[in-house]
T-cell receptor, first 111, second 116 residues
Framework: QKEVEQNSGPLSVPEGAIASLNCTYS??????FFWYRQYSGKSPELIMF????GDKEDGRFTAQLNKASQYVSLLIRDSQPSDSATYLC???????????FGKGTKLSVKP | NAGVMQNPRHLVRRRGQEARLRCSPM?????VYWYRQLPEEGLKFMVY????????ESGMPKERFSAEFPKEGPSILRIQQVVRGDSAAYFC??????????????FGNGTRLTVT
């Protein structure tokens, strides 16, 4: 059974700081990882995807993947109050559309 | 371009009644996926459908739950004889015909089912 583990938080950071969100996964053979953001009462929306070891940067977001340690992270630079949401670490489940979601980490950015 | 549309947004049913949740995919999308989010839990995959075909129903409970995506009209997730444990948010997602396993899913805003 593939699993994705996240600290539920809440993670609180001041405005302008770097927010670091972490995730571990159980399936050593996993190749594809996604980070989704979900505002309260809203749908999950894709922020980043990463398939290769190392870092991938997109604007203020950096995704990091370490397959040897089975570890994925998301860094948010210059955090804004509008970044306050639940961040979902997601692993491809092995068949199309079958994604394994973590329970999410709630991020709160204080002005 | 409208996104994935789900209705109703909120649905209240008494134990033993039937719940019907509807999902219209994004324009041009022919693949539909249903997920369930129980309180304090992550989203769980339920079923993947294409027009008139169930492709993967490995996440569907064996009893009382069914899904369809007819040639015309929205996809329907049907829950018969609902119980309190069915109370959850049900999300629908869609992807285009060219989607593969690495394609992102576009989610609707969900239907929140409450069973009293």
């Amino acid at each position: 059974q593939k699993e994705v583990e996240q600290n539920s938080g809440p993670l609180s950071v001041p405005e302008g700081a770097i927010a670091s969100l972490n995730c571990t996964y159980s399936d050593r053979g996993s190749q594809s990882f996604f980070w989704y953001r979900q505002y309260s009462g809203k749908s999950p929306e894709l922020i980043m995807f990463i398939y290769s070891n190392g870092d991938k940067e997109d604007g203020r977001f950096t995704a990091q993947l370490n397959k040897a340690s089975q570890y994925v992270s998301l860094l948010i630079r210059d955090s804004q109050p509008s970044d306050s949401a639940t961040y979902l670490c997601v692993n491809y489940g092995g068949s199309q559309g079958n994604l394994i979601f973590g329970k999410g980490t709630k991020l709160s950015v204080k002005p | 371009n409208a996104g994935v549309m789900q209705n109703p947004r909120h649905l209240v049913r008494r134990r033993g009644q039937e719940a019907r949740l509807r999902c219209s995919p994004m324009k041009g999308h022919s693949h539909v996926y249903w997920y369930r989010q129980l309180p304090e839990e992550g989203l769980k995959f339920m079923v993947y459908l294409q027009k008139e075909n169930i492709i993967d129903e490995s996440g569907m409970p064996k009893e009382r739950f069914s899904a369809e995506f007819p040639k015309e009209g929205p996809s329907i997730l049907r829950i018969q004889q609902v119980v309190r444990g069915d109370s959850a948010a049900y999300f629908c997602a869609s992807s285009p015909p060219s989607a593969d396993s690495n394609s992102p899913l576009h989610f609707g805003n969900g239907t929140r089912l409450t069973v009293t």
